[in-house]
């Protein structure tokens, strides 16, 4: 080998015989190729929007590649597995990192061409040279070889994901279609010469707002505690192309063994991610174990794991101590995850694209009862952050069905304890909100009330409804804080000749926030004497969720983020036993026994006369 880490022992001999090959002139695809497709391969084919997806890595094959000491069985079930599971796993691609064969001769490239077509057409792909597979003290510029010509451009001219191959044909990139998004795979050369960095660098600036993970054959080397370093021309690449380029997040390299990673930041600040994967020293020269980089963008997470699908299609009695012994790795750097906020990671080349507000006219469904928003279509002192809004504000019922609400102040609460903020939920329609800023010592808080007359106070909604509003509560979540109420129609249970419930003097209807954070929905239904409660989760501070309850004058289910939660009531639960007392937000009369005006933050809110399907919501929910 050469380049070998400082002060670091070879691990393995390289062999320097040149190959005596001619001339190759290789045509670079466009770099403004047409996006990539969602897959190949008919039952197959896996979900390109689906936010779960996985990229299979295969690393160092060559001792299953050697002249007459080859087989080529390990790699075979290696590729028979991946398509299997293509569906299962939603596997998107798969990437080797060179050193494909041992020597890189015409008997062993072909060999490995051959195997390799058990994923041609159902399978996307990227090999790169290592420095087994050509003259090793050669760059990307050496011409012609018996590796070029198999697995050159020409392989991947059909595959949907293919972007380009440099002019030598040694480098080249492919762009998935995956988790919804785009990301570009940059396959480097053993030796990048400096009209391949500038290659590179061409297409990473072709692309600029895409994520890159950038595969490579020797970039570092993992020490035996599990820590990767750069190696020495791994620091030329570090230096030269990755640091410079924030997009460049993920780094998956062989060559070395054993195994490691590391985490490096970049010159913008962030981190990048470098994987060290071989396992040729392993029993029967790895027999094709795979990497499995499953991507969750929900969760934030990257799944690894590492598994020798070859092992593992063998019977249990069939299989070897040693075979049984390295059927799935499950060390610190063979099973592990990454966590990514990868909105956040990728914010400074592709930063989110935020719905534009839509108007008040295009969330009105059929039986819409009452719509509120605090922008400046329904609120007039919209438009300053932190301004105060003071008593005797009208906040304007859109749906023009005569709910307005009053603004008053709990007690002697100072002017600040209700604000104008240009806070929301990213899917809200309106880009406003109200913040309040209760609290129990002292007895502090604002509330929104509707006037006497208006028609909500006596609505009973015995053929369904739909409540809806966007909340977030403050981090931290300072003071002491008692029961707060979010929303109720005023009026004693007691009143309504409701006798069941924990207390005569409780709301008929009322959405409350418990001092543990549980958001809790309690109605007295009109056709019986009962309180059927919906119980939440310990519900997040310091981030937007949408609350959504529905009634079909059956059922009363509550949802948190489009998410149906567990504590929903099966009791029959029809209407809501309202008095002609005012609908309220941010607070009810209960509170000033019981608890407390609402602390943090209140969007919009919405109110329809009739069950509706998640997918209405005032936001959407996959």
């Not at 000491?69 to 293509?86: C, G, H, I, N, W």
């Not at 090999?127 to 991947?156: E, M, W």
């Not at 963008?297 to 990257?302: P, Q």
Request: negative net charge.
């Amino acid at each position: 080998m050469n380049d070998v880490p400082p002060a670091r022992p070879a691990r393995r001999t390289l062999l320097g015989a040149a190959l005596a090959t001619p001339a190759v002139a290789a045509t670079a695809a466009a770099l403004d190729a047409s996006p990539a497709a969602a897959g190949t391969g008919g039952a197959h084919r896996f979900d390109a929007h689906d936010p779960r997806f996985t990229i299979a890595v295969l690393p160092d094959t060559q001792y299953l590649f050697d002249e007459d000491r080859s087989d080529p069985a390990p790699v075979r079930a290696t590729f028979k597995y991946l398509v299997e599971q293509r569906r299962e796993r939603n596997l998107a691609f798969m990437a080797h990192l060179g050193d494909v064969t041992e020597h890189g001769t015409e008997h062993e490239i072909g060999l490995a061409a051959e195997t390799f077509r058990a994923i041609d057409g159902k399978l996307n792909y990227s090999v790169l040279a290592g420095n087994h597979d050509i003259p090793g003290s050669t760059d990307d510029q050496r011409g012609a070889t018996p590796y070029l010509r198999a697995f050159g451009p020409a392989r991947y001219s059909r595959m949907s994901t293919f972007g380009g191959a440099s002019p030598d044909g040694y480098n080249s990139y492919h762009r998935l279609q995956a988790g919804g998004r785009q990301w570009l795979v940059l396959a480097l050369d053993w030796r990048l010469s400096d009209k391949g960095l500038q290659w590179a660098q061409r297409v990473i600036s072709a692309h600029p707002r895409l994520p890159v993970i950038l595969t490579s054959h020797d970039l570092a080397y993992g020490e035996d505690d599990g820590q990767a370093k750069l190696s020495q021309y791994g620091q030329r690449l570090w230096d030269q192309l990755i640091r410079r380029n924030d997009q460049i997040f993920l780094t998956l390299n062989g060559h070395y063994w054993p195994p490691g990673r590391t985490v490096l930041k970049n010159d913008a600040g962030n981190d990048v991610h470098v994987h060290v994967t071989n396992y040729q020293d392993r029993y029967y020269g790895g027999a094709g174990m795979a990497r499995l980089y499953a991507f969750d963008l929900v969760r934030n997470v990257i799944d690894v794991e590492t598994i020798a699908p070859w092992f593992l299609e063998q019977d249990a009695e069939d299989r070897s101590l040693l075979a049984a012994e390295n059927l799935e790795l499950s060390g610190p750097v063979e099973r592990f995850s990454v966590e990514i906020d990868f909105t956040e990671r990728f914010r400074g080349f592709a930063p989110p694209a935020a719905p534009a507000p839509r108007p008040a006219s295009a969330v009105l469904p059929r039986g819409t009862v009452a719509y509120w928003r605090f922008d400046a279509s329904g609120l007039p002192v919209a438009g300053t952050d932190g301004a105060v809004v003071s008593a005797g504000v009208v906040a304007k019922d859109l749906s023009r069905n005569g709910n307005d609400l009053t603004v008053q102040r709990l007690h002697a609460s100072p002017p600040e304890v209700l604000t104008w903020s240009d806070e929301h939920h990213v899917g809200q329609p309106a880009h406003a909100s109200l913040r309040f800023d209760g609290g129990k010592q002292p007895d502090r808080g604002a509330v929104l009330r509707t006037g006497a007359n208006a028609p909500i106070n006596s609505m009973k909604f015995t053929s369904g409804y739909t409540i809806e509003l966007f909340v977030k509560l403050p981090e931290p979540f300072e003071g002491d804080h008692a029961w707060m109420g979010l929303l109720s129609w005023e009026g004693r249970s007691g009143d309504a000749g409701k006798s069941s419930g924990w207390s005569p003097d409780e709301p008929t209807c009322s959405l409350n926030l418990s001092p543990e954070r549980f958001l809790q929905y309690v109605v007295y239904p009109t056709d019986r004497d009962a309180d059927p409660t919906s119980w939440s989760h310990a519900v997040p501070v310091g981030r937007w969720m949408h609350v959504a309850v529905v009634n079909n004058s059956r059922q009363t289910v509550m949802y948190v983020d489009g998410s149906k939660i567990a504590r929903n009531p099966t009791q029959p639960s029809k209407g809501i036993s309202t008095l002609g007392l005012p609908f309220a937000i941010g607070g009810t009369q209960f509170a000033k026994r019981y608890g407390q005006g609402f602390y943090g933050w209140v969007g919009d809110v919405r109110i329809v006369a009739r069950a509706l399907h998640p997918r209405d919501f005032l936001t959407p929910f996959a």
